[in-house]
């Protein structure tokens, strides 16, 4: 975006000769000396870093961006998702106190069916031992074991009544959970960072590309004033091929100012999830709620508070693995069915049982867990002072880069204010005659080289206020209402 321009080299003849061959009225320097100059003040080419046509993009503030983005950028909602995807494992791990509850049912077709006939048994001891019944009556029937075809289901319920998973990996889940939403908060800051660099940054084209339209005017003038001068001998062809350098330089700054506009409006649409194109820098309605330096502002970043809970989290991980030898007691519940009566003479039954489990030894899956979470753990820690000295040192950075910005504003209205006084006296002079068209060119120059730095001077003030907010984490609560706008 920057642009620089020395005044020194513009006093370099051949480079001067080189720029204006290159520009649309290079022929011009190759003229003979004694040939006269017929060329006519170039035409100004499209202007550059200009707003699209009407409908074709939406124009929106700083503020309208932001909300955009905040509500449909792709980047907020794959780190959206990414937290509801943490928020599941909540559910997974309340599993470990629910009830299980599975059916199951079975054909069976035997070729060889089974029953148990008691009648025939004693009909073959009477007859071995020589003995008839008494009350043959009173035997009974055969007993079907297995028919030929043969129906089951079964119905069971498991109700666990302790489990070490349920006692201890739920409050992990939500700590993590929350961090995982904290960190889809501090995605959103990041992008609506990068939203707002990228559409002050686009502010700040407009800005230089008015300057140097201003610079391409004076040029024009000045290419007028000398073609004008050269015809009645006044000057000499230099000072035309001066001018015209100038009118192509200009131009050129114009084309670059257009290809950067481009780019960083595509960029932006890219950010927010749909075209949109700035508005002047003047027109700006951001106001950003900055926290003053005793609320430590940098304690309460999304960041911050995301690895904070990360800590919790795997600290419920290790105090999970040190009690994971506790016994878990599960009640069960079965329903059977079963086509063939047997002997109950019944074809539904049911069980209740209750039963526990105690792990002694698992082939030491259970320490190696405890060691991995203990290292991860570890890890949170560490990466959790990172974060409140990155923070920290955010702010700091911030807030230093906010005031030398308001210095280097401040500076540089005041050089543009006096580049432009300075041009005023010498454009005077130049008319008086006692100011050299050398001199005139430079002071030019120096005028585009001031407005510019003013513009991005200015520019660059909102973007520091911007990283200010949001080092404190507050660029989402300065989009809120004033009642809504606590970071938590």
């Given at each position: 975006?920057?642009?620089?321009?020395?005044?020194?080299?513009?006093?370099?003849?051949?480079?001067?000769?080189?720029?204006?061959?290159?520009?649309?009225?290079?022929?011009?320097?190759?003229?003979?000396?004694?040939?006269?100059?017929?060329?006519?003040?170039?035409?100004?080419?499209?202007?550059?870093?200009?707003?699209?046509?009407?409908?074709?993009?939406?124009?929106?503030?700083?503020?309208?961006?932001?909300?955009?983005?905040?509500?449909?950028?792709?980047?907020?909602?794959?780190?959206?998702?990414?937290?509801?995807?943490a928020a599941a494992g909540v559910n997974r791990a309340w599993t470990a106190w629910q009830p299980e509850l599975t059916v199951s049912a079975q054909f069976v077709h035997s070729s060889a069916p089974a029953q148990f006939d008691l009648g025939s048994i004693i009909q073959l001891m009477g007859g071995v031992f020589a003995l008839q019944p008494v009350n043959p009556q009173i035997i009974p029937g055969p007993v079907v074991i297995s028919a030929e075809n043969s129906r089951y289901a079964t119905?069971?319920?498991?109700?666990?009544?302790?489990?070490?998973?349920?006692?201890?990996?739920?409050?992990?889940?939500?700590?993590?959970?929350?961090?995982?939403?904290?960190?889809?908060?501090?995605?959103?800051?990041?992008?609506?960072?990068?939203?707002?660099?990228?559409?002050?940054?686009?502010?700040?084209?407009?800005?230089?590309?008015?300057?140097?339209?201003?610079?391409?005017?004076?040029?024009?003038?000045?290419?007028?004033?000398?073609?004008?001068?050269?015809?009645?001998?006044?000057?000499?062809?230099?000072?035309?091929?001066?001018?015209?350098?100038?009118?192509?330089?200009?131009?050129?700054?114009?084309?670059?100012?257009?290809?950067?506009y481009t780019q960083l409006l595509a960029l932006l649409g890219a950010l927010v999830g749909e075209p949109v194109q700035p508005v002047p820098l003047e027109n700006s309605d951001s106001s950003w709620r900055i926290p003053s330096e005793d609320q430590r502002p940098w304690e309460d970043t999304y960041a911050v508070r995301s690895a904070e809970l990360a800590v919790r989290a795997n600290e419920g991980k290790v105090t999970y693995d040190r009690f994971s030898w506790l016994p878990s007691v599960?009640?069960?519940?079965?329903?059977?069915?079963?086509?063939?009566?047997?002997?109950?003479?019944?074809?539904?039954?049911?069980?209740?049982?209750?039963?526990?489990?105690?792990?002694?030894?698992?082939?030491?899956?259970?320490?190696?867990?405890?060691?991995?979470?203990?290292?991860?753990?570890?890890?949170?820690?560490?990466?959790?002072?990172?974060?409140?000295?990155?923070?920290?040192?955010?702010?700091?950075?911030?807030?230093?880069?906010?005031?030398?910005?308001?210095?280097?504003?401040?500076?540089?209205?005041?050089?543009?204010?006096?580049?432009?006084?300075?041009?005023?006296?010498?454009?005077?002079?130049?008319?008086?005659?006692?100011?050299?068209?050398?001199?005139?060119?430079?002071?030019?120059?120096?005028?585009?080289?001031?407005?510019?730095?003013?513009?991005?001077?200015?520019?660059?003030?909102?973007?520091?206020?911007?990283?200010?907010?949001?080092?404190?984490?507050?660029?989402?609560?300065?989009?809120?209402?004033?009642?809504?706008?606590?970071?938590?």
């Amino acid at each position: 975006m920057s642009i620089r321009r020395s005044a020194g080299s513009l006093r370099r003849p051949l480079s001067l000769l080189l720029l204006a061959s290159l520009s649309p009225l290079g022929a011009l320097a190759q003229t003979p000396a004694d040939a006269p100059v017929q060329q006519q003040p170039s035409a100004a080419p499209p202007a550059a870093g200009e707003s699209p046509a009407p409908g074709t993009l939406r124009t929106a503030t700083l503020r309208e961006t932001l909300l955009l983005a905040a509500k449909q950028s792709p980047d907020v909602v794959a780190a959206r998702a990414q937290a509801a995807v943490a928020a599941a494992g909540v559910n997974r791990a309340w599993t470990a106190w629910q009830p299980e509850l599975t059916v199951s049912a079975q054909f069976v077709h035997s070729s060889a069916p089974a029953q148990f006939d008691l009648g025939s048994i004693i009909q073959l001891m009477g007859g071995v031992f020589a003995l008839q019944p008494v009350n043959p009556q009173i035997i009974p029937g055969p007993v079907v074991i297995s028919a030929e075809n043969s129906r089951y289901a079964t119905v069971q319920i498991s109700q666990p009544l302790f489990t070490p998973a349920g006692a201890f990996l739920i409050g992990p889940a939500k700590a993590g959970a929350e961090a995982a939403e904290l960190g889809a908060l501090e995605a959103r800051e990041q992008v609506l960072l990068a939203v707002a660099r990228t559409y002050l940054g686009l502010q700040g084209i407009m800005q230089l590309t008015a300057a140097a339209r201003e610079a391409e005017a004076v040029a024009l003038q000045r290419e007028a004033e000398s073609k004008a001068q050269l015809d009645v001998g006044m000057t000499v062809e230099a000072a035309l091929l001066r001018a015209q350098t100038e009118t192509a330089q200009a131009r050129v700054q114009l084309a670059q100012l257009s290809g950067q506009y481009t780019q960083l409006l595509a960029l932006l649409g890219a950010l927010v999830g749909e075209p949109v194109q700035p508005v002047p820098l003047e027109n700006s309605d951001s106001s950003w709620r900055i926290p003053s330096e005793d609320q430590r502002p940098w304690e309460d970043t999304y960041a911050v508070r995301s690895a904070e809970l990360a800590v919790r989290a795997n600290e419920g991980k290790v105090t999970y693995d040190r009690f994971s030898w506790l016994p878990s007691v599960v009640a069960q519940g079965r329903g059977l069915y079963n086509s063939n009566t047997g002997f109950t003479g019944q074809n539904t039954s049911y069980e209740v049982s209750v039963a526990a489990s105690l792990p002694l030894y698992d082939r030491g899956q259970r320490y190696a867990a405890l060691h991995e979470d203990e290292a991860r753990l570890a890890q949170a820690r560490a990466q959790y002072e990172s974060a409140r000295a990155r923070a920290r040192a955010n702010w700091v950075a911030a807030q230093a880069n906010l005031e030398a910005a308001r210095v280097a504003l401040t500076q540089a209205e005041s050089q543009s204010q006096l580049a432009a006084r300075v041009q005023q006296q010498v454009a005077a002079g130049y008319k008086a005659g006692v100011a050299t068209s050398l001199e005139m060119s430079d002071a030019d120059n120096r005028r585009f080289l001031a407005a510019s730095s003013a513009a991005q001077a200015r520019s660059q003030l909102e973007v520091r206020r911007v990283e200010l907010a949001a080092a404190a984490g507050r660029i989402a609560a300065s989009l809120e209402p004033d009642d809504a706008a606590s970071p938590r």
